[in-house]
């Protein structure tokens, strides 16, 4: 038998024990957003903090300005081993509404579902049950052969869910402590579905800006002013209402510098997903597609740009009727981007366009929210091979490399400040609802996520 | 000595005393949108109530669901004599902010301006001041000849600063009471300038329509669906982007059906004005001017129509940044219309246009708020004729005839009830800020009125 397949029989046996420490863990109301449950947010870091502690770990709990930072290390593997940085949070969501929840949130549930049983929970599967998948791959590691395979350190934020405002000050702070790390593995992404795993190996990038446009020096009569004054609503329309041309291409000059088109492999391998636009707008209530008539719908959401007004408003909102021209109106926009562009061209490029789309006297202001280029990571990197092999070894399937439409801050971070890219291997599945009433994991999925944790270990370690 | 000449003799010997009583009518804060305020609203109408009956008027304050309506009417002028339905309101704009007051705004103060005195106080205007001047010319006729000239109805309304609510159903209810007068006469409009008088030829109507656009069945994270899932605001935006053509022309189909051009006479008279909206838009920080190229300003402010997006909303409008994909969004959108324009037209045609313009899966909602056809007045009118020789014998300068850009939804209503005209003889000047801090009526404009509502009772009877 080898290494690998005892720690698997191992983990096994003491499977039941690996999903009490996960349900314990999720007993704790860990919720960042909300400054009543700072010290709930203490004791979830301590919770991971011992049991690092039983595996040998040397653990630190950092203070923050904001939740502290797990930091661990276990080195016991030698100089020689590779050097895996694990990252993950201990933080989870509001849970309200609460009356949407069939049982108390922090009082998980194990409930049969149509894959098996599951757990419900806040934090079920984000990030804790993703966490605790890893956590239990390095216990069984451990409990078997009195070691790990490899060097280990572990990074575990408790302010992911409000936007991880202390994570790269942090990172950049001890980057000492994390260099000579070699690849970031992170649980917190989907499988392809129950059946099928799934590695990220791009994430968009984001930036994020605000536009106030200014017309008059205050708010007009309709009836005194219309037809002579700057509506700053009708300017703001009118630029904003020309970004996509009628093929769904973002009009902004040099929008699309830098993209590249997937490879024809890709596309055949995405192709066999058979991937259904049909049903997941269906889901939604929606029938037509929107976005760049010529590309397939997994290019459109993974690899694609995008332009969405995410916020806009102006002039009068309430009941009835007021027939003022607004003095002011502004958006919010955000563009999803993708290797290859720079968020700061684009932001030059919006502004730009605006300016280019308005009246002579429109004042126009913007405010710069978020700026992050897209990623992809190099899929020739040994520890993506390794993860490859562990997730065909234990599905039993080819994994689907599939792109991320959002943004993950960190591994842009992880890879600015200490420059080695992020292992993005998640046992989710797209109904875990993460953010909303009755979030779940399923236990098959916790299973089948221990082991490729293992697994992967094992490979990495050539065992 | 004609009677006129007479009875301006008298008006300018009691004229103290006119303006006492004006003041004394402006100490009672009628503000029709306070509730607070009933009592007040109340005391206001049996203040001008007793004015009239002690000019021989037969006086009724008639409850309404809102505040009281003054109606009044004196017939002694008999059987033959024309027979002229003045209108006025009572009720005064809310005060606040208070602090912008240099003084209670209900403690009328005299005060020395570039015109001679001025009274400052809410209502100074609008309407308290301008009503004052036809009862003060009613008041030097009855003192100086023991009658009045002609026989008129009077109907002052204490609602006019909300929206007249129970205005219209009034007149139909006491339609009976009303028919028979030839003309209503409302003082409640500017001058052109100081030394200028005018008549409003012409009143823009309305067209006001709220439309929501729903796409997805709840709001949407913009990483996961960004590039696949309509989003609302976008596709707003982009159909209300398009509301106007390069020329500033509206592109609704039809909206310009019906709409005349002014005659070139009309257009030499307002020629021969001098409006300059360089220093009309300068006060408002603006250089250039919008709407339609080819059209003057006071053709686009007084006799085109326009579309002016009122309000808009939809996603996040709060600090910071959030990349959600709106499941709804919304705006308020009003025409002003001219004389040819039919309200439910132009609502149609905007439906239409709406529909054209946003994505297949958009689902539009429409309420409607507002619905009034713009009027022109028939200048030929025999009251018009009396009322330009009124104001040319008193400012010793042809009256304008000028256009009102806003609605006054009374005259659309007198129109369409009683079936008469309306006479808009106005002596506001364009600063007077009547719905603002420090109100003021010019007493040099006041004087004017007074006389010239003298004359006009004069050139009407044929004295």
Not at 447 to 453: A, D, E, Q, T, V
Request: overall charge negative; glycine content about 10%; proline content about 6%.
């Amino acid at each position: 038998m080898s290494h690998t397949d005892s720690v698997l029989t191992r983990a096994e046996q003491d499977f039941e024990s690996h999903v009490t420490s996960w349900l314990d863990w999720l007993r704790i109301p860990s919720i960042s957003a909300n400054p009543a449950h700072n010290a709930d947010c203490q004791t979830a870091a301590a919770f991971a903090a011992r049991e690092l502690a039983a595996m040998g770990f040397t653990v630190e709990i950092v203070p923050t300005p904001g939740q502290p930072v797990v930091l661990a290390s276990h080195f016991g593997a030698g100089e020689a081993a590779p050097h895996l940085l694990y990252y993950g949070h201990y933080d989870v969501q509001p849970a309200d509404p609460l009356e949407l929840w069939d049982a108390d949130p922090f009082a998980p549930q194990i409930v049969e579902g149509p894959h098996g049983p599951r757990v419900v929970a806040r934090g079920a599967v984000d990030d804790k049950g993703q966490v605790a998948t890893w956590l239990a791959a390095f216990r069984a590691w451990f409990d078997t052969t009195g070691g790990l395979p490899a060097r280990i350190t572990v990074l575990l934020e408790g302010e992911e869910e409000i936007g991880s405002p202390n994570l790269e000050p942090f990172i950049v702070a001890h980057r000492d402590r994390l260099a000579g790390s070699e690849i970031a593995v992170i649980s917190d992404t989907n499988q392809w579905d129950i059946d099928t795993p799934a590695l990220t190996a791009s994430v968009r990038g984001m930036a994020y800006v605000e536009v106030r446009l200014k017309g008059a020096s205050r708010d007009l009569h309709s009836g005194m002013y219309g037809g002579s004054a700057l509506n700053a609503i009708n300017a703001l329309t009118r630029a904003l209402g020309q970004l996509h041309d009628d093929q769904g291409r973002v009009r902004i000059p040099g929008f699309y510098d830098g993209v590249e088109d997937i490879s024809e492999a890709q596309k055949a391998a995405w192709q066999s997903l058979g991937f259904s636009e049909h049903d997941f707008l269906g889901e939604i209530g929606l029938s037509v597609p929107v976005g760049e008539r010529d590309r397939s719908a997994l290019e459109r959401l993974w690899v694609r740009p995008t332009a969405d007004i995410n916020g806009i408003w102006g002039g009068y909102q309430g009941p009835g009727s007021k027939t003022v021209i607004a003095a002011e109106a502004g958006a919010k926009i955000s563009f999803r981007l993708v290797p290859g562009q720079s968020p700061a061209h684009i932001v030059a490029g919006f502004k730009q366009f605006m300016a280019a789309h308005v009246p002579a006297d429109a004042q126009l202001s913007f405010i710069e929210h978020a700026n992050a280029p897209g990623l992809a990571i190099d899929t020739a990197n040994r520890f993506v091979g390794a993860a490859r092999a562990a997730l065909q070894a234990e599905f039993n399937r080819t994994p689907a490399l599939i792109g991320c439409g959002g943004s993950i801050p960190v591994v842009e971070g992880f890879r600015r400040v200490l420059g080695i890219d992020s292992l993005m291997m998640g046992f989710g599945l797209a109904d875990d609802k993460p953010h909303s009433p009755n979030e779940k994991f399923e236990i098959a999925c916790f299973r089948h996520g221990l082991r490729s944790h293992v697994r992967f270990l094992g490979e990495v370690a050539g065992l």
